[in-house]
């Protein structure tokens, strides 16, 4: 079964920093470029990161650029999402997504989706 998995999320402070990571299992992710969303409650869901499948290309929503980076470590299955300088309008359920390439962040073209973790930002 093809599966993504999302950890890392939690209660964080503003100004605080939390890495999610995103495990795949059933599938390697070295075939598929990842994408980081987010859905905060009543907004809709929006692209915060992709980065390409050999991880030599990303790409940032401009909220978070500068604050965010995404990485991968294709050995371990895995892509990570370090996130700094965090903000109260960061919160929200974050979720990884498999494409074939990154081109913007429209989620439609994502064919895989984890289930998500929350991030709380709040003193």
């Known amino acids: 079964q093809l599966q993504l998995v999302e950890s890392g999320g939690g209660l964080v402070q503003p100004g605080g920093s939390l890495r999610l990571s995103c495990v795949a299992s059933?599938?390697?992710?070295?075939?598929?470029?990842i994408g980081w969303f987010r859905q905060a409650p009543g907004k809709e869901r929006e692209g915060v990161s992709c980065?390409?499948?050999?991880?030599?290309?990303?790409d940032y929503a401009d909220s978070v650029k500068g604050r965010f980076t995404v990485s991968r470590d294709n050995a371990k299955n895995t892509v990570y999402l370090q996130m700094n300088r965090l903000k109260s309008e960061d919160e929200g359920v974050y979720y990884c997504a498999a494409t074939a390439y990154c081109s913007g962040f429209l989620a439609s073209v994502y064919a895989y989706w984890g289930q998500g973790t929350q991030v709380t930002v709040s003193s």
């Open positions: 059933g599938f390697t992710l070295d075939s598929y470029a």
């Open positions: 980065i390409s499948s050999r991880g030599g290309s990303t």
